[in-house]
């Protein structure tokens, strides 16, 4: 007789992009409740909408997540309307000395990418050598991976979680980390001790995954490979897989507040490089 709704419908609603589905296109099934026949609209995006349509509706508003209030400043106004109640940070970071035009092959890549990381919540890696082959970024990768070992040699305690826009990335991601394990043992034992980390019996350890699967994780920081970037050609694509799609803005609120701590990102473009800003996931 009562019903309670939880949720939020600025994150990624139930999604199947990167699973195969059984059904034949169809939007629609006739489902028998008490002798009723009833049509059930399965482009709906979720149960959540449909209440959210129907019911009174009350924001919970309070931010817990982040602990600078600059890593939910984005979200809070792109996607909340500013809504959010947040803790205001007790210092403005200031930004003049970006990094900028890194690139992942320099001997102390690594040493620099966690210097900037750990110096303000919010840093921006721009590689200089990235490039965009079979949906991949391998520079990205592997300076991603300098970056983990980095952290992991100085015992910052910070708990690890790595983002990345398509699984193919992901992939890659995963691919790097082994390969510069494989040539450092020391880097080895560690990674493998972070990966099955737990603090207060709770597992808390170092992660890789991809827009689709990292809803409901946090990490104190988050390192988001950006991935996309000019190809061989130098030709830069708008094909942004799932980000492209309806509801690819929410994908990205969804990567976006992950970080207890520090965010960092890592990037081989810059804003101007993406064009097709009529699209919302894009322009986000």
């Given at each position: 007789r009562q019903v309670v709704v939880v949720g939020d419908e600025m994150q990624l609603p139930p999604t199947s992009f990167f699973t195969s589905s059984s059904s034949e296109g169809e939007d629609e099934i006739i489902a028998e409740e008490e002798?009723?026949?009833?049509?059930?609209?399965?482009?709906?995006?979720?149960?959540?909408?449909?209440?959210?349509?129907?019911?009174p509706a009350s924001l919970l508003a309070w931010h817990y997540r982040s602990r600078h209030?600059?890593?939910?400043?984005?979200?809070?106004?792109?996607?909340?309307?500013?809504?959010?109640?947040?803790?205001?940070?007790?210092t403005i970071?200031?930004?003049?000395?970006?990094?900028?035009?890194?690139?992942s092959d320099h001997e102390d890549a690594g040493s620099a990418a966690a210097d900037a990381l750990l110096a303000r919540p919010i840093s921006y890696h721009r590689l200089g050598d990235g490039v965009y082959v079979d949906?991949?970024?391998?520079?990205?990768?592997?300076?991603?991976?300098?970056?983990?070992?980095?952290?992991?040699?100085?015992?910052?305690?910070?708990?690890?979680?790595?983002v990345a826009f398509s699984e193919a990335q992901q992939n890659a991601i995963e691919v790097a980390l082994e390969a510069l394990a494989a040539e450092d043992a020391d880097f080895d034992t560690r990674l493998e001790r972070e990966y099955v980390r737990e603090d207060d019996d709770q597992f808390n350890g170092l992660f890789v995954k991809n827009l689709e699967n990292v809803q409901g994780d946090e990490r104190d920081v988050i390192i988001l490979s950006?991935?996309?970037?000019?190809?061989?050609?130098?030709?830069?694509?708008?094909?942004?897989?799932?980000?492209?799609?309806?509801?690819g803005?929410?994908?990205?609120?969804?990567?976006?507040?992950?970080?207890?701590?520090?965010?960092a990102v890592v990037s081989t473009i810059q804003a101007e490089a993406i064009t097709n800003v009529h699209n919302d996931g894009a322009a986000a």
């Open positions: 002798g009723e026949r009833i049509a059930i609209n399965l482009d709906s995006e979720s149960l959540l909408n449909q209440a959210a349509r129907s019911v209030e600059s890593l939910i400043s984005f979200s809070n106004a792109a996607f909340y309307e500013g809504r959010l109640v947040t803790i205001p940070d007790q970071e200031q930004d003049n000395d970006v990094l900028l035009s890194l690139r949906r991949r970024n391998l520079p990205e990768a592997h300076h991603i991976a300098l970056t983990v070992r980095e952290l992991l040699r100085r015992e910052t305690s910070l708990s690890l979680g790595i950006i991935c996309y970037a000019p190809g061989p050609d130098g030709k830069m694509l708008m094909n942004f897989g799932p980000i492209n799609q309806r509801g803005e929410k994908r990205l609120n969804v990567i976006f507040s992950r970080a207890r701590h520090r965010m």
